[in-house]
């Protein structure tokens, strides 16, 4: 098996807390915990490339306003899918003169000349989620999630014991270079074709005809790989409409994935643990900040991948009400 990943090591932790990659085009809204009487006023800002309304991202979010509120440090989150507009919210979180900055970066070449002026600042850099392999390259001092390459893998190889040979993997946001990893991942590995489809996840309905067109004219579809919750409750309805008996599979996980699984329509879920991406680095810039730790050494911090099947869903599902998985 063949790695297309740069990096010969890296540093694995498990999650803090028990805890996938979609964007949209609008802003998101500034948000703050309160900082604890510590004795020091420490800010942490996150600008990330989604948006209001993103289960996964909310997932995120909700991470690193958690560690804000367990370490008593103020946390300030924005996000934007368009990579410009994403790079003058960085802009605007250096003019704050944070204690760190974690960003994911879908569009890495974007916002490179943003996070390029952060670490010139003087500012400690985390990126999260996207941009795994130009991290290290951009200076930022680790990177949270997952190899998405190696993830697609596992997809593949998942769906090969299946016994699947013939899959559309459904990308949702064009240009986003992590989505298109996952399936050269699963190609590397299934052993048979796959084929990407383009959909766009701020229109699901159009999605969901889509998928389903690609299966009606395609009789030999054997399998079906989303990469986005959203996405795979579309496939499962597009599967549904064209009586289609291809084995769905998704990445990143909700409670209508889980209960998808458990109701044996969904074979699995490739879990990257938003949560811990989110409370994780907020974690490690206040460590920073407050006793000169400095966590990673350049190299990432997988959160991910997991797997959730059948054998897991339950436990997990309990997780996903709460808004943590």
Same mark, same amino acid.
């Given at each position: 098996?063949?790695?297309?990943?740069?990096?010969?090591? *890296?540093?694995?932790?498990?999650?803090?807390?028990?805890? $996938?990659?979609?964007?949209?085009?609008?802003?998101?809204?500034?948000?703050?915990?309160?900082?604890?009487a510590s004795g020091d006023k420490i800010t942490i800002a996150v600008v990330t490339h989604g948006s209001p309304g993103d289960t996964f991202w909310d997932v995120v979010k909700s991470g690193a306003e958690q560690a804000g509120t367990d370490l008593g440090v103020t946390v300030t989150y924005q996000g934007d899918g368009d990579p410009v507009k994403q790079s003058q919210l960085i802009?605007?979180?250096?003019?704050?003169?944070?204690?760190?900055?974690?960003?994911?970066?879908? &569009?890495?070449? !974007?916002?490179?000349?943003?996070? =390029?002026? *952060?670490?010139?600042?003087?500012?400690?850099?985390?990126?999260? &989620?996207?941009?795994?392999? %130009?991290?290290?390259? +951009?200076?930022?001092?680790?990177?949270?999630?997952?190899?998405? +390459?190696?993830?697609?893998? $596992?997809? $593949?190889? @998942?769906?090969? &014991?299946?016994?699947?040979?013939?899959?559309?993997?459904?990308?949702?946001?064009?240009?986003?270079?992590?989505?298109?990893?996952?399936?050269?991942?699963?190609?590397?590995?299934? !052993?048979?074709?796959?084929?990407?489809?383009?959909?766009?996840?701020? &229109?699901?309905?159009?999605?969901?005809?889509?998928?389903?067109?690609?299966?009606?004219? =395609?009789?030999?579809?054997? $399998?079906?790989?989303?990469?986005?919750? !959203?996405?795979?409750?579309? *496939?499962?309805? *597009?599967?549904?409409?064209?009586?289609?008996?291809?084995?769905?599979?998704?990445?990143?996980?909700?409670?209508?994935?889980?209960?998808?699984?458990?109701?044996?329509?969904?074979? +699995?879920?490739?879990?990257? @643990?938003?949560?811990? @991406?989110?409370?994780?680095?907020?974690? +490690?810039?206040?460590? %920073?900040a407050r006793n000169g730790d400095v966590v990673g050494g350049g190299l990432p911090v997988y959160s991910g991948p997991g797997f959730v099947t059948k054998d897991n869903a339950d436990q997990v599902a309990k997780f996903?009400?709460? !808004?943590?998985?």
């Amino acid at each position: 098996m063949k790695l297309k990943y740069r990096w010969m090591t *890296a540093l694995v932790v498990l999650p803090l807390a028990l805890t $996938g990659c979609t964007a949209t085009t609008n802003t998101a809204a500034t948000t703050t915990t309160d900082a604890a009487a510590s004795g020091d006023k420490i800010t942490i800002a996150v600008v990330t490339h989604g948006s209001p309304g993103d289960t996964f991202w909310d997932v995120v979010k909700s991470g690193a306003e958690q560690a804000g509120t367990d370490l008593g440090v103020t946390v300030t989150y924005q996000g934007d899918g368009d990579p410009v507009k994403q790079s003058q919210l960085i802009d605007a979180a250096i003019a704050t003169n944070p204690d760190g900055l974690i960003v994911s970066m879908a &569009n890495p070449d !974007g916002v490179q000349n943003a996070v =390029d002026k *952060a670490v010139a600042a003087g500012i400690p850099v985390i990126t999260i &989620n996207s941009g795994l392999d %130009q991290s290290r390259e +951009f200076g930022a001092q680790t990177h949270i999630g997952q190899s998405e +390459f190696i993830a697609g893998q $596992g997809a $593949g190889e @998942q769906l090969a &014991n299946a016994g699947v040979s013939n899959v559309i993997c459904v990308i949702h946001e064009a240009g986003n270079t992590g989505l298109e990893e996952r399936c050269d991942g699963a190609a590397d590995t299934l !052993g048979g074709t796959v084929t990407n489809v383009q959909v766009d996840v701020a &229109n699901v309905a159009d999605a969901q005809n889509t998928i389903k067109s690609s299966l009606l004219a =395609d009789a030999s579809i054997d $399998g079906v790989l989303t990469l986005n919750p !959203g996405i795979a409750v579309a *496939a499962s309805q *597009a599967l549904e409409e064209a009586a289609s008996t291809a084995v769905l599979a998704t990445f990143d996980v909700s409670s209508d994935v889980t209960q998808l699984i458990l109701d044996d329509k969904i074979l +699995f879920a490739v879990d990257q @643990q938003p949560y811990s @991406q989110g409370y994780l680095p907020v974690t +490690f810039l206040t460590l %920073q900040a407050r006793n000169g730790d400095v966590v990673g050494g350049g190299l990432p911090v997988y959160s991910g991948p997991g797997f959730v099947t059948k054998d897991n869903a339950d436990q997990v599902a309990k997780f996903a009400k709460n !808004g943590t998985r």
